[in-house]
């Protein structure tokens, strides 16, 4: 049994417990949200997806995010991966602030620090898993031989060294799962955020993901998933409830 403290999951936000992390990842604030607040405006209606979140991560924590449809998950979210800004409050990743960032300067911290995993692969049908996985080193102007040889370590860090010349059409569910995963790592981000991650396979290779999730965080990423399945939460250090845009339970 893995000795980092879990929270109990239900199907309804448990009592406030505290979660004090092992001593060895007793480590800095990754992410540091303040009064995240942020609303659309959807015709004459105006949705407040955030309502004033709080947020702590710290670096090499497992992280899951639940809630109900419409709680915010995908909001905070995108908040998190920088995929959007806050209509007010303070967004620190590793120290940094982020909240007011032009959108050039978004992608290159979501290029640099931020690693996507989600539910449905967005993998390339003709593309070879190899050159999947060293295309966000292209667009970061890496030279052809070292995204390459970058891609060939993080497919053998997920257990492909053997299917690095397969086309998505040739893997499994859980293959092209970890293909993807490898796409996410091979820029060497401090944070992998996965949305729904296995929410695309059967159990049983949900599973396996979810058990490779768990190495790298023992290797020291920090992982946060957004689920809404209690098997796939469990795994993580810490659950963080959502309910009408505001974090109702979990250590914030």
């Given at each position: 049994m893995n000795k980092k403290t879990k929270q109990i999951i239900t199907e309804t936000p448990p009592a406030v417990t505290s979660s004090v992390l092992p001593e060895s990842l007793a480590m800095n604030n990754v992410i540091e949200m303040t009064n995240i607040t942020k609303s659309y405006e959807m015709g004459e209606q105006v949705v407040h997806a955030l309502r004033g979140v709080d947020l702590t991560i710290k670096e090499s924590e497992y992280v899951a995010i639940m809630g109900p449809s419409g709680s915010g998950k995908s909001t905070l979210m995108n908040m998190i991966g920088v995929l959007d800004v806050p209509n007010s409050g303070v967004y620190l990743l590793d120290g940094e602030d982020v909240s007011e960032l032009s959108s050039d300067d978004r992608a290159r911290i979501r290029n640099k620090r931020?690693?996507?995993?989600?539910?449905?692969?967005?993998?390339?049908?003709?593309?070879?898993?190899?050159?999947?996985?060293?295309?966000?080193?292209?667009?970061s102007g890496v030279a052809r031989s070292e995204r390459l040889r970058h891609a060939a370590e993080a497919l053998t860090k997920v257990g492909l060294a053997d299917r690095m010349d397969h086309r998505p059409d040739e893997l499994s569910g859980g293959q092209q799962q970890r293909v993807a995963i490898a796409r996410a790592l091979v820029t060497r981000p401090s944070i992998i955020l996965a949305d729904e991650p296995t929410g695309a396979l059967d159990s049983q290779t949900g599973d396996e993901i979810m058990d490779l999730f768990s190495k790298l965080n023992q290797q020291g990423m920090t992982i946060i998933t957004v689920t809404h399945e209690s098997m796939v939460a469990e795994r993580a250090h810490r659950v963080i409830w959502l309910r009408d845009g505001l974090i109702v339970n979990g250590d914030q």
């Open positions: 931020i690693g996507f995993v989600f539910q449905q692969f967005n993998l390339l049908a003709r593309t070879p898993a190899l050159k999947q996985v060293s295309l966000p080193l292209m667009y």
